[in-house]
């Protein structure tokens, strides 16, 4: 017991220190070299308040460019594992990447749908949910419809609804303007975060905090679900209404 205890504690301690490291090193990395020293002399000045003879270009680097896309994508990737974590135990799928559900696939297409129309970054975000929510309803009514291994039906109704929506959002590149919509497109599919600025991860703090909220608190819930619908009904859970 006290083995497990102790390789329990060893294990949280990585999982929190890790990230820190990674953080702190990704301020190095771009093509504008910045020597560790100055990176936390950067960071350290304005929250302390000290004089440095730093130029402004390094804070510029380091607070408006550097930090905005590093604390993105940690918070991405969080939200991205909790996600994940909630649609393994509510579907009871093994298989949790979220291209197998359909998801990926019908945020894309909402996504670069908005950019055919030259929506900003709100609206795209804003089609992106909804039309990765279709996708994923889609994904569960299907796999509903038939008999047999539920694990079995969602997975290949998932795979389905992916094709269907990969098709439409081949078809918006193929019309998008090969200038300047497609390239954005592209890079919005790829993931790339060049375009983040403080403000934008202020605004992505607001949904995710309340995304984290609502599974934090039903997480025992989804727990049981993970058990089978008779187990976590008999347990007192409304199955259909979660």
Known sequence: MKNKVVKNVTLTSLLVIIP???????????????????????ILSPVLHFNTNLSPSVYTVVWDIRLPRIAAAMIVGAALSISGASF????????????????????????????????????????????????????????RKFKGDKTLMIVLAGIAIAALFTAFTSTIKYLSNPYNQLPEITYWLMGSLSAVTTQSVLMILIPVSIGFTVLLLVRWRINVLAMGDEEATSLGVDTGKL
Do not use: H
């Not at 070299?33 to 950067?42: C, G, H, N």
């Open 20 to 42: 820190v490291i990674v953080f702190l090193f990704s301020f190095l990395i771009g093509r504008y070299p910045i020597s560790p020293y100055d990176v936390i002399i950067a």
């Open 88 to 143: 393994q135990g509510v579907f009871r799928n093994p298989l949790v990447s979220p291209d197998i559900l359909g998801v990926s696939g019908g945020a894309a297409f909402g996504a670069s749908l908005a950019i055919l129309f030259g929506q900003g970054s709100l609206i795209i975000q804003i089609m992106a949910f909804i039309t990765g929510l279709i996708a994923v309803t889609l994904t569960y009514m299907i796999s």
